[in-house]
Structures are given as structure tokens and as C-alpha cells.
């Protein structure tokens, strides 16, 4: 019977404590977030009336001194009114929820929000509110080394359907130095330094952000504790102009989805020499999962200091120096990566496609694998084609060039190479070969794929220039089409292999002509030729056949 009463009693304490603890977080402690952050008990909710010059509040939790509140403990309030030159202080041990009821907060030597402490802090926009928090100039230094709009040491949070505009005169617009979670909201930051940072992580669910910056756009980094310092993006729209790196994190970018419309460093007509200028950096690893990027920038555009994967989503990128960029491994594994402009198209050790459509438009290399350095020896650099469809067009430099091998095995692979020799189409300081797929390649030269490659390829030298739109067909005896390509540039060089070309059989040759039908950069997956003239017939009985002309 002891026993029985004694459980009750402890029982009904806990029932007891339950009921005095609106935030509901007993049963959720050990949670970053839940669910319970963004609902709360409207009977609780505290008003805090700013009057320009003044402070109203009629609730204990809060202590005013003039133009200044200090919220001491843990609840739901809610700011309405205009502060001219003050600040709102958070300083209490648990859940502490801010809802700007249309407020406009100006804070001339300090950030005009701040949370000194709190378990969790949310700043919540309600639907059709239109927010606007602005820094001064010159702060106050403190020890706290406060440096952003709103500010916070603790975990932070944003959501809500509302509009935030964050105006940073002094250094940063919104900051974190734990972790930054932004559920949703329409958010506008005007920043003379960083636009918005998480020190441990930041995490964006979704909400619409227009930002410009003087530094980083979004930025995550850490002190020392390891799987931190991580940016993830699961959905939202994004318009960045920053003059240093757009989106920026120390370990992991992780990107799932979103509308990225990014220009960095004054755009691609710019070069980025003394500043970082990146669309998206990590220096670890990158991966995307899926959505829309249109990159405009100055340096690279996507950039991993190891890892860089893609399996998906649309990329529309003009780069000032390299769209895609990693030091160790770059895979695209899907989606349609356009790069309309760049020094050099897409770098990395090892460089892997095996889906997606993807088209480069480049100065200088097209596809550079390599250890980094300029070399002309084997540095066991690889370029690997599996699938998709690869499209290279060089105006001066080698198209595909690999400091280790390239292989070929699936997929189409089509090469407008520059006309200058000694640039080569293709070029490789180890091993070449073509295993399935389709290639097409021109240009003024080109090494040719070894012999040991398990497909058949055909290789054609002129001795005189062939103009830029000249017409390349190869048809049976009996005159029907297996393979046909337009060079854009002049060249002396044509080469190609497509698993109808077949050993032991003999083929024709032709140049000029007409060729109707869908054209991939050169490629035509449904032409239809008319002849023009007939050049040579040869019979493939080896596994590269070579003919000059």
C-alpha cells in the first residue's frame, strides 16, 4: 500500500509540473528541435508595446530600462511597435519564442536583438506581419564580442509566413554561435559583412530569402567538435548578391532542393584574385540532391575541397574561373548541368559522369582531371563517362584532358576541340579507351583511344582545314546513315565510335551535305542526312582505324 501511495504522489507531481510547463519540452530535452517549438498557448502570450522612445510591459519576466528589455524567463511574447534606439535581450534558461508583430527596431552601438541565453530561442513571423531590425554603424564592444543585428550564443531559430528585413550597417545581419535553424519566412538582409551564419550548423527548411552582402550570403563554421560546421538547404528560393562567397560551409554542404539565383564578386565578367567569390563552397564535401541554380560568379562556382557530387537538378552556371571544381572527386550522377561560360569547365582528380545531360563552354579545358598542378606527367588522374550525355566545346586548350586515363563506357560523349595545334580534342598522360557509348570528337588534333578498348573507333586526319559547320556522315554500303556530326570550329580532325561500327564490315565516308534533325552540340540523335561528298570507304579491321585524307 506504501508503495501504491508513493507512486501516485510521484505521479501526480509529474502531472503537476506538465501542466505549469506551457513549453511542453519534459518530455523533449534532449531534442535540438521539435514540433512544440512553433505552437504555444495564446492565453501566455506576453505583450511588449514599443514606443519609440520607451518600453511597456506589465509582465515580471521582462525588465525595462528605458529603451531596453531584458526577458528573464522562459515563454511566448510578443513585440508590436516601432523602438528607434534600443535593444531586445533574451537572458532566461528555457524556451523563449519572439513574435515581431509588425516591429521596427533600430539599435545605433549594439545588435538590436540579442539572446544572452536560452534553451531554445525562436523568432517566429507571423503571417502577413512586415518586420524590420537595423544596426548601426559603430557598436559598443562588449565582451560577449557581439558583431550582428540579431545576435544570439544560443540555439536560434526562424519561422513563420511574415517578412523580415535585416539591415547590417556594422559587420553581420543575423548570426548564431550555436546552432541557426530557419523553418520558413520572407527574408530580406542588406549587409554590410556576412548576410546569415549558424556556428555549429545552419539548417533552411524552406521560407524565401533575398540577401546581399559584403561577405559571405550563408555561412557555417565551428570551433573544434567534429560533424559541425555544416550548411543543409531542404527547400526555399534564394536570391544572393554577395561579394564574397555566396554560401559557405567549413565541413558539409548538403542541398536537397531550392531556387538559387546567385551572383558573386560583380558576376562572371569579374575576376576574384585577393577575395574568395564562390557560389557554393565547402571545404570538405558538397552534395546535391536536386533544384534550380542560375550562378553568375566571378571565381569558381561550386567548389569542394574533396568531395563534390550531383545527382540531380538544373544548373545554368557562368563562371569567371571554374563552374565545378573539387580537389579529390566530382560525380554527376544526374540532372542538367549548363555551363555557359568559364576559364576552365569542370577540374577535379577524379572526375566521374554517369547520367545527366551535361554542356561546357570553356576558354581553355572543357574536363580537367588532375592533382591540381600543371603537369605533363601521370599523376593517376581519371575521367570516367558511364551515361548521360557529355558535351564539351574548347576554344583553346585540350577538350577532355585527363593527367591519368579517361575511360569511355557508356553513354555520348561529343568534343568541339579548339582548331590551334598542338590542342587537343582529347588528351590523356596514361590510358585511353572507349568501352560502349557513343563519341564524336573534332578539332585540330587528337590522341587517338588504344587498342585494347572493347569498342571500335575511327580516326580521320585532313591535310586541309575543314570550315566550322562541316558535316562528317558515315553510312553502310547500302547507304544508310550509322553515324552523323557537325563540327562548329575549323578543323583537321575527326574521330569517333558508336557500337554500329562493326569489325569486318566496310563503310562510307562523307563531308558537306545536309543534316536535319535535333542537334546536341553537334550531335544529331534523329538526323537525316543528304549526301555530299563521298571521301573515302574503308573497312574497320582493328579496333582503332586511322585514315588521313
Same mark, same amino acid.
Given at each position: 500500500?506504501k508503495k501504491?501511495l508513493?507512486f501516485?504522489a510521484i505521479?501526480?507531481?509529474?502531472?503537476?509540473f506538465s501542466s505549469?510547463?506551457?513549453?511542453?519540452?519534459i518530455?523533449?530535452?534532449g531534442?535540438?528541435?521539435d514540433?512544440?517549438?512553433?505552437?504555444w498557448?495564446e492565453?501566455?502570450?506576453?505583450d511588449?508595446k514599443?514606443?519609440?522612445?520607451s518600453?511597456?510591459?506589465?509582465?515580471?519576466?521582462?525588465?525595462?530600462?528605458g529603451q531596453n528589455?531584458?526577458?528573464?524567463?522562459?515563454?511566448?511574447?510578443?513585440?508590436?511597435?516601432t523602438?528607434?534606439?534600443?535593444?531586445i535581450v533574451v537572458?532566461a534558461?528555457?524556451?523563449?519564442?519572439l513574435?515581431?508583430?509588425?516591429v521596427?527596431i533600430t539599435s545605433?552601438?549594439?545588435?538590436?536583438?540579442?539572446v544572452?541565453?536560452a534553451?531554445?530561442?525562436?523568432?517566429?513571423?507571423?503571417?502577413? *506581419?512586415n518586420?524590420?531590425? *537595423?544596426?548601426?554603424?559603430n557598436?559598443?564592444m562588449?565582451a560577449d564580442?557581439?558583431?550582428?543585428?540579431?545576435?544570439?550564443?544560443?540555439y536560434?531559430?526562424i519561422a513563420?509566413?511574415?517578412?523580415?528585413?535585416?539591415?547590417a550597417?556594422?559587420?553581420?545581419?543575423?548570426?548564431?554561435?550555436?546552432?541557426?535553424?530557419i523553418?520558413?519566412?520572407?527574408?530580406?538582409?542588406?549587409?554590410?559583412?556576412?548576410?546569415i551564419k549558424?556556428?555549429?550548423?545552419?539548417?533552411?527548411n524552406?521560407g524565401?530569402?533575398?540577401?546581399k552582402?559584403g561577405?559571405?550570403?550563408?555561412?557555417?563554421?565551428?570551433?573544434?567538435?567534429?560533424?559541425e560546421?555544416?550548411?543543409?538547404i531542404?527547400?526555399?528560393e534564394?536570391?544572393i548578391?554577395?561579394?564574397?562567397?555566396?554560401i559557405?560551409a567549413?565541413?558539409?554542404l548538403r542541398i536537397?532542393?531550392?531556387?538559387f539565383r546567385?551572383t558573386?564578386g560583380?558576376?562572371?565578367?569579374?575576376?576574384s584574385?585577393?577575395?574568395s567569390a564562390?557560389?557554393?563552397?565547402?571545404?570538405?564535401?558538397i552534395?546535391?540532391e536536386?533544384?534550380?541554380?542560375t550562378?553568375?560568379c566571378?571565381?569558381?562556382?561550386?567548389?569542394?575541397?574533396?568531395?563534390?557530387t550531383?545527382?540531380g537538378?538544373?544548373f545554368?552556371?557562368?563562371?569567371?574561373?571554374?563552374?565545378?571544381?573539387?580537389d579529390?572527386t566530382?560525380?554527376?550522377?544526374?540532372?542538367?548541368v549548363?555551363?555557359t561560360?568559364?576559364v576552365?569547365g569542370i577540374s577535379s582528380?577524379?572526375?566521374?559522369?554517369?547520367?545527366?545531360?551535361v554542356?561546357?563552354?570553356?576558354r581553355?579545358?572543357c574536363?580537367?582531371a588532375?592533382?591540381g598542378?600543371?603537369?605533363?606527367t601521370d599523376d593517376?588522374?581519371s575521367?570516367?563517362i558511364?551515361g548521360?550525355?557529355?558535351?564539351?566545346?574548347?576554344?583553346?586548350?585540350?577538350?577532355?584532358?585527363?593527367n591519368?586515363?579517361?575511360l569511355?563506357?557508356?553513354?555520348?560523349?561529343i568534343?568541339q576541340?579548339s582548331?590551334?595545334?598542338?590542342?587537343d580534342?582529347?588528351?590523356y598522360?596514361s590510358?585511353?579507351?572507349i568501352?560502349?557509348?557513343s563519341?564524336?570528337?573534332?578539332g585540330?588534333?587528337s590522341?587517338?583511344?588504344?587498342?585494347d578498348?572493347?569498342?571500335?573507333?575511327?580516326?580521320?586526319?585532313?591535310?586541309?582545314i575543314?570550315?566550322p559547320g562541316?558535316?562528317f556522315?558515315i553510312?553502310?554500303?547500302?547507304?544508310? *546513315?550509322?553515324?552523323a556530326?557537325?563540327?562548329t570550329?575549323y578543323?583537321?580532325?575527326?574521330?569517333?565510335?558508336f557500337?554500329?561500327?562493326?569489325t569486318?564490315?566496310?563503310?562510307?565516308?562523307?563531308?558537306?551535305?545536309?543534316?536535319?534533325?535535333t542537334d546536341?552540340?553537334?550531335y544529331?540523335?534523329?538526323?537525316v542526312y543528304?549526301p555530299?561528298?563521298?571521301?573515302?570507304?574503308f573497312?574497320?579491321?582493328?579496333r582503332v582505324t586511322?585514315?588521313k585524307?
Open positions: 500500500m501504491i508513493l501516485s505521479l501526480s507531481s509529474f502531472l503537476w505549469c510547463d506551457p513549453e511542453n519540452v518530455d523533449d530535452q531534442k535540438d528541435t514540433t512544440l517549438d512553433y505552437v498557448d492565453t501566455k502570450v506576453i511588449i514599443l514606443n519609440s522612445t518600453i511597456e510591459c506589465n509582465s515580471t519576466n521582462v525588465s525595462i530600462n528589455a531584458v526577458i528573464t524567463k522562459k515563454g511566448t511574447y510578443k513585440l508590436s511597435g523602438l528607434e534606439n534600443g535593444q537572458n534558461s528555457g524556451i523563449v519564442r513574435l515581431l508583430n509588425n521596427n545605433q552601438t549594439t545588435s538590436a536583438i540579442y544572452a541565453d534553451k531554445r530561442a525562436i523568432i517566429f513571423l507571423p503571417e502577413g *506581419t518586420n524590420t531590425i *537595423t544596426d548601426g554603424p557598436y559598443v562588449t564580442s557581439i558583431n550582428s543585428t540579431i545576435y544570439s550564443r544560443d536560434m531559430a513563420g509566413s511574415g517578412k523580415l528585413t535585416v539591415n550597417n556594422y559587420n553581420s545581419a543575423i548570426s548564431s554561435r550555436d546552432e541557426l535553424i523553418e520558413s519566412g520572407d527574408i530580406t538582409v542588406n549587409s554590410v559583412g556576412l548576410g549558424g556556428k555549429d550548423y545552419l539548417i533552411i524552406g524565401k530569402f533575398n540577401i552582402s561577405g559571405d550570403g550563408l555561412k557555417s563554421d565551428k570551433d573544434s567538435t567534429e560533424n560546421g555544416f550548411i543543409e531542404n527547400n526555399g534564394f536570391d548578391i554577395s561579394d564574397q562567397d555566396a559557405s567549413q565541413t558539409e536537397k532542393n531550392g531556387t546567385i558573386t560583380g558576376g562572371s565578367n569579374f575576376t584574385d585577393l577575395i564562390k557560389g557554393l563552397k565547402s571545404q570538405d564535401r552534395t546535391i536536386n533544384g534550380g541554380f550562378l553568375d566571378a571565381d569558381n562556382i561550386i567548389d569542394a575541397d574533396n568531395h563534390l550531383i545527382n537538378g538544373n545554368v552556371l557562368s563562371s569567371g574561373n571554374k563552374p565545378l571544381d573539387s579529390s566530382l560525380t554527376i550522377n544526374g540532372g542538367t549548363q555551363i561560360k568559364s576552365k582528380h577524379h572526375i566521374a559522369v554517369n547520367g545527366g545531360l554542356t561546357v563552354l570553356s581553355n579545358d574536363m580537367k588532375s592533382l598542378a600543371e603537369l605533363t593517376g588522374s575521367i570516367s558511364n548521360g550525355m557529355v558535351t564539351l566545346s574548347s576554344d583553346k586548350g585540350d577538350a577532355l584532358d585527363s591519368g586515363s579517361i569511355i563506357g557508356g553513354g555520348a560523349t568534343v576541340g582548331a590551334t595545334k598542338p590542342d580534342a582529347v588528351s598522360r590510358t585511353f579507351k568501352n560502349g557509348g563519341m564524336y570528337a573534332a585540330a588534333t590522341l587517338l583511344p588504344q587498342n578498348s572493347q569498342q571500335n573507333s575511327l580516326a580521320v586526319s585532313f591535310s586541309i575543314q570550315p562541316q558535316i556522315c553510312q553502310t554500303e547500302a547507304g544508310v *546513315t550509322v553515324a556530326f557537325k563540327a570550329r578543323s583537321y580532325f575527326f574521330m569517333t565510335s557500337p554500329g561500327l562493326e569486318g564490315k566496310t563503310y562510307n565516308l562523307y563531308t558537306g551535305g545536309t543534316l536535319t534533325g546536341i552540340g553537334g544529331y540523335i534523329d538526323g543528304t555530299g561528298a563521298k571521301k573515302t570507304t573497312t574497320v579491321n582493328q586511322s585514315i585524307l
